[in-house]
């Protein structure tokens, strides 16, 4: 598929599966830019210290030896001795070099632990694939870099040395300590300079990276609908669902239209059926609602089991918007509500239906 036709953004599960391929955007001169300017940073905070430690070691070396004569052993013991305090110099060094970069890689990449990039590939040994990331964009970008890197830092150099011609110039004649001095003063600057303009390219450097990654990542639209069906299920299947769903629940509200005390209409577009049980319920309860077919449906049902039909439009509609199947009525409906079953059970003649009522009445009058 050409590059050109991904045209839309990766979806979370294309950039999980990306991750889990080992597909980061990670820049490597961000790592070694960091690395080198916290590395200087160190042996700055360090050299008084470090110095002085080395310098007892020194000492202790060429001063203190066994009276009698040395041993492989002594000598031995002599030089891991030595090795372990060194080490103990440079610890800090190692230390913070390593907490860096794992650090700087896990703000890039976040904790991705993949073993996909490490296993072979027949692709990599294929010359015309090669030839393609040789010729590449990426490829481009890295000899950019590089060159870039050289640029700047003899720049920098260059422009250092010009700066500082007098103060190179006696060093020739000062004092040892004194120009021990400022040869290190000399070396941590321009080594800074250096060190914070690879850092800029870095920076630039990631960005791309980042640019170049999302646009690898991205997919065409039949992907996108793949990946939808992968992750949410097939559309087309949902729908079915969704139908069905549907169905079930319509036959089962009118499988209760029978039971209702009576149909409130729109005449034809809404209908809703209602059914008050006072030992259930406070209110009556709306157990079928529809419009169009539905509503012509639920009237056909209501006629057919002889249930009472009241053409109300403004309260069929209010019904119809406001309350769900198996909900009371509001409040504020009390009163509408039980004047048509008042209204119903007079007309049918039903005694007990009559108390239910009155009771609802009753109800709605002392709310």
């Known amino acids: ?209 980042r640019w170049q990654h999302e646009k690898q990542l991205r997919m065409t639209k039949q992907e996108v609908k793949e990946d939808l069906k992968r992750t949410e299920g097939d559309p087309l299947v949902k729908s079915r669902i969704r139908q069905r769903q549907r169905a079930i629940a319509q036959r089962r509200m009118m499988h209760e239209v029978p039971k209702a005390d009576v149909v409130v209409t729109n005449p034809t577009h809404y209908a809703v059926a209602l059914k008050y049980e006072p030992e259930k319920h406070s209110a009556p309860v709306v157990v079928a609602k529809g419009q169009r077919l539905i509503a012509l449906k639920i009237r056909e049902i209501a006629e057919q089991n002889g249930v009472p039909i009241v053409e109300n439009p403004p309260l069929a509609r209010t019904l119809y918007a406001t309350v769900d199947i198996g909900d009371e009525i509001p409040a504020h409906l009390y009163q509408a509500v039980a004047e048509i079953l008042a209204y119903v059970y007079r007309l049918s003649q039903k005694v007990a239906s009559g108390r239910h009522g009155s009771a609802f009445s009753s109800n709605t009058t002392s709310q």
């Open 1 to 209: 598929m050409a590059l050109e036709d991904r045209t839309e953004a990766p979806t979370p599960r294309r950039r999980q599966e990306a991750r889990q391929e080992g597909q980061v955007a990670r820049s490597v001169e961000l790592n070694s830019a960091l690395i080198l300017l916290f590395a200087l940073l160190i042996v700055k905070l360090c050299a008084p210290w470090s110095a002085d430690k080395l310098r007892r070691i020194m000492v202790d070396s060429f001063t203190h030896f066994p009276a009698s004569d040395l041993s492989a052993g002594d000598v031995a013991n002599k030089l891991v001795r030595v090795l372990l305090e060194a080490t103990a110099v440079i610890a800090p060094l190692i230390l913070g070099v390593a907490v860096v970069g794992f650090v700087s890689c896990a703000l890039q990449v976040g904790f991705t632990i993949s073993g996909k990039p490490l296993q072979p590939k027949g692709e990599r040994l294929n010359p015309v694939v090669g030839l393609g990331r040789m010729f590449s964009l990426r490829a481009a970008v890295e000899c950019l870099k590089a060159v870039a890197k050289v640029i700047i830092v003899g720049y920098i150099v260059y422009s250092f040395i010009s700066r500082r011609q007098a103060e190179i110039a006696i060093l020739a004649g000062s004092n040892y300590v004194v120009g021990l001095k400022t040869i290190g003063k000399l070396t941590w600057e321009l080594l800074l300079n250096a060190a914070l303009a690879i850092l800029v390219l870095a920076a630039l450097d990631y960005i791309f990276q």
